[in-house]
Each structure stands twice: as structure tokens, then as C-alpha cells.
């Protein structure tokens, strides 16, 4: 078997046994990539110097027998929207294009003392916002299932590298689905953890109240393990959960049975493409089968989720962004201008793309005068609601399931002018960000070819929980599906 289709399990056995060297993983990978990636473009950057430089040094400690992380030497693929300290780091934004930090997100600083070897930087939707990975600078990335379909986004990148064998896992963010919904539409799994389980210092802002930093993998197990090592807290990120937490891949149990599932009604009915909703019933049926107690549940709130989403995050992204201004770090417009303001205006026009620049103007316009109560405060109700219907849900189940994703891929520019039907993608995914809550997606079955997604939602801090019931069904459905070859 290539070193590129391993599991992270046996890639790292084969590393702490001295059977492979950290360096001979790291050379298969970036070989991988620069065979395929041409093709899928899901690195904006790939760090090949500093990769080889990291897993020699891996190699080093081991052969003077210090001891070193059970996963050490491992490669992995980080979402460009991550500090990475003298990696660049570009949000997929002309912007920031050759911005190189001066520091490690505290994600990235555990990564590496876990020994991980970052590969590159993974292509993303410009500044997080997006749902196709085709508002990047840097070109779309294509989906390795079929190369003329969207991966999803914002994490495109990092759901596509990993499904096209260019890095065993990947780190991403999720604000409104941008972990679950790629990783559906790539047939990997995705996780977005309780918001302030794991640090945003670093993460470069979209909407702070939603962001939050989750693993993407090939499998559950792995998505544990990597959780383990990025949640905890972090005294750099002021919305950081205190106190200990459990060890989520110890704590893998798929034997759930008894416990009472949830299937949102709201999420399972209209909008649902005929394929995408036979293969989510058949894994419902699956649990039902298993010993779970399956019952439909509505959540009536959740219809107005999507409204209140793009009123909450766009206003954030309006306040966060205004830090891109030409001055400090980033991008600035050339030639002669009259003054400051005629060089602000010139820069953000030159240096945004047009979804970013949608969303802004629509956050600053709900956050004016006279449209604050109306609009941005409303928003802030709903989600409130959204909220309650969950708390109200958790009295009598102990996990909800959906859909990931509405559709399977569709195809590169099929919504590229038609930003309301691109913001349908995340429907099912957005009331998960607005409530705080943990979700996963995982494959649960294949639609004309194209994979479909799982989503299972449970209440906060309850990651054991969800991980193992994503655990039992991942057994139960036993999807070990490829993409097609690549050339």
C-alpha cells in the first residue's frame, strides 16, 4: 500500500518503529501533491522546504531516543485562513497575499509540538466566506470526485486535499458549516467542535461570535485525535472554555445503543435533493436498527436561521475587516492618490473580491443608524430562539441528525452569480453556529456518484457523545468509497 493511502494510525506505527522515516512520509506527500494538485489546486501554498526540515528533525529525535509524540512525523494540511509563523498566511484574499506572520496560532503551535509536519496552506474561500471554495484569489479548487464540481467551502482546500490523498488530515474552520459542508461534498469526515473548545488566537476574524477551528479526516477516529490535540484552553483567546477535558479518542464507544436520536423535520423536507435525502434515511434506518430510539423532532426557529445568519455574520466580518485598510500589513494600491481616504478606497477595491465586498457592505448597512433595531437586532432574537428550541430538543434527545449539505457537489460556476442560492448550500449547517453546539459530518452513502453527508448534532462540551455516535454508524455503514483515480 502507497504512503499516501495509509491511515494516520499506521503511518504513525510504521514512524515509531523506525519501518519508515518521518522524512520518507513527508517526501510521499509532497510527491502526491505535486503529481495531483495541479488538478484540484488545494494548496495555495505547499511548504516543501520547512515540511522536509520538520520531519528530518523528527527523525533526529528519534534516532537519539528522545521520545517523541505517538503521532509525530504525520503530515497534515492547514486551512490558509491559520498564522502560520513564517509560512505565508493569505485568507485566499489579494489582500494579504504576501502576508507572512510573525507567530503560530495556538492551533498551530500544538500541532507542531504534537510533531505533526505541516505539508502547506490549504485554499479557501476568500476570508472564510463562501460555500464552493470559488471566491479564492487563488483560483477554485476542484472537487477530486469529479473535477469539474465545487469541494464545498470555505474549507474547500483542506476537504480536498484530504480526499485526494495529498495529506492524511487537515485543520479547518467553521463558521456556518465551512468544516461539515466540504467535507460532505469531498466524502470525508468533518467536525466543528462547541465554540471555545478549541482557540481561535490566530485564526484571522470572519465573525467572531461563529468561528471556530475543527479537524477534517478521513475517519472518526482520526477526527478524535486530532481534537485532542487542539481543543483546551487557551489564555490568548478570551472567549476560551476553562477547566480539564475527557481524551475524545480514548473515549471512542460505538456501542450507543438506547440512546434517543432526534431527525429535525425542518432540516429533511424542502430543499432536500430526492438522492441526498434516500441516503440519509437509510443511515437513520441503520441507527433505528442498531438499538437507537430514532423519533422525527421540529424545531421551528430553525426556518429563519439562515435570515439571521447572514445579517449576524456579515455585520462581525464588517467590524473585523475594517483592520485591511493598506496600512499596516497587506496589500496597498499603487500609484498617485489624492489623499488617505482615496488610498483606503482604492486598496479594499482592489484587494477584496466581490463576496467579500457583498458581505461587508450588507454588515455595515445593517449596522447603521436606523437599521440596527431592525435588522442586526432582530437577527440576534432569532438566534436567541434558535437556541432555545436546541436547549428545549436536549431534554429528550441526546443527539439530532440531518443532512449535511442539501445537494451533492454541483458544478464550478452553477452559483457563482446567484449568491442567494449559494447561501441555500449552508442551511442545514448554520443553526449548529448560531446555537455554540458541536456537529460532525461524516459519508454516509454516495448520490449519482457523489458523496452525501451525515450530520449529527449534540449539546455543548458533549463531544464524547457525538464522536461516538459518529463512531457506531461510521461501523454500521462501513462507506470505504474513493474518488475516481486522478490523473
Known amino acids: 500500500m502507497a504512503i499516501t493511502e495509509m491511515e494516520v494510525k499506521e503511518i504513525a506505527e510504521k514512524i515509531n518503529n523506525k519501518e519508515l522515516s518521518s522524512l520518507e512520509v513527508a517526501e510521499a506527500f509532497l510527491k502526491r501533491i505535486d503529481t495531483v494538485d495541479a488538478g484540484i489546486n488545494a494548496y495555495i501554498t505547499v511548504a516543501h522546504s520547512q515540511a522536509r526540515k520538520a520531519a528530518g528533525e523528527i527523525d533526529d529525535r528519534i534516532a537519539s531516543g528522545e ?86 467551502g470555505s474549507s474547500g482546500g483542506s476537504a480536498a486535499l484530504v480526499a485526494a490523498g495529498e495529506a492524511p488530515w487537515a485543520l479547518g474552520s467553521d463558521t456556518g458549516g465551512s468544516i461539515r459542508q466540504p467535507a460532505a461534498m469531498c466524502g470525508i469526515v468533518g467536525m466543528k467542535p462547541t465554540y471555545g473548545l478549541v482557540s481561535r488566537y490566530g485564526l484571522v476574524a470572519f465573525a467572531s461570535s461563529l468561528d471556530q477551528v475543527g479537524p477534517m479526516t478521513r475517519n472518526v477516529h482520526d477526527c478524535a485525535v486530532l481534537l485532542d490535540m487542539i481543543a483546551g484552553h487557551d489564555p490568548l483567546d478570551s472567549t476560551s472554555i476553562p477547566g480539564a477535558r475527557p481524551c475524545y479518542a480514548d473515549s471512542l464507544n460505538p456501542n450507543v445503543r438506547g440512546l434517543k436520536v432526534g431527525v429535525v423535520r425542518e432540516l429533511t423536507s424542502t430543499g432536500i435533493e430526492p438522492g441526498v435525502l434516500r441516503e440519509f434515511n437509510k443511515a437513520v434506518e441503520l441507527l433505528a436498527a442498531s438499538g437507537l430510539e430514532c423519533e422525527e423532532v421540529s424545531l421551528s426557529s430553525f426556518e429563519y436561521g439562515l435570515s439571521a445568519y447572514y445579517l449576524i455574520a456579515p455585520a462581525e466580518a464588517s ?16 500609484g498617485e492618490m489624492e489623499d488617505i481616504w482615496e488610498m483606503y478606497d482604492r486598496t479594499r477595491s482592489e484587494g477584496f473580491g466581490d463576496e467579500v465586498k457583498r458581505r461587508i457592505m450588507l454588515g455595515t448597512y445593517a449596522l447603521s443608524a436606523g437599521y440596527y433595531d431592525e435588522y442586526y437586532a432582530k437577527a ?42 449559494m447561501y441555500l448550500s449552508d442551511i442545514c449547517t448554520i443553526p449548529v453556529n448560531l446555537a455554540g453546539i458541536p456537529a460532525i459530518s461524516i459519508p454516509c452513502g454516495l448520490s449519482g456518484g457523489l458523496p452525501v453527508g451525515f450530520q449529527i448534532m449534540a449539546p455543548p462540551l458533549q463531544e464524547e457523545k457525538l464522536l461516538s455516535v459518529a463512531c457506531g454508524l461510521e461501523s454500521l455503514l462501513g462507506f470505504d468509497e474513493k474518488p475516481p483515480a486522478l490523473i
Do not use: H, Q
Open 67 to 152: 521520545s517523541v509524540g505517538e503521532y509525530a512525523g504525520v503530515p497534515v494540511g492547514v486551512k490558509d485562513v491559520l498564522c502560520t509563523e513564517g509560512l505565508r498566511t493569505t485568507c485566499g484574499s489579494r489582500i494579504l497575499s504576501g502576508f507572512s506572520p510573525v507567530y503560530d496560532a495556538t492551533v498551530v503551535k500544538k500541532i507542531r509540538e504534537a510533531g505533526l509536519v505541516i505539508l502547506g496552506k490549504a485554499n479557501m474561500d476568500e476570508f472564510a466566506m463562501g460555500s464552493s471554495t470559488e471566491n479564492s484569489y487563488f483560483g477554485p479548487t476542484r472537487n477530486p470526485w469529479d473535477p469539474e464540481r465545487v469541494p464545498g
Open 319 to 334: 467590524s473585523n475587516l475594517a483592520r485591511f485598510d493598506g496600512v499596516r500589513y497587506g496589500f496597498r494600491a499603487e
Open 380 to 421: 440576534l432574537k432569532v438566534r436567541t430562539l434558535i437556541v432555545e428550541d436546541f436547549n428545549r430538543a436536549w431534554g429528550k434527545f441526546d443527539v439530532l441528525v440531518s443532512p449535511t449539505s442539501p445537494t451533492t457537489a454541483f458544478k464550478i460556476g452553477e452559483k457563482v452569480d446567484d449568491p442567494l442560492t
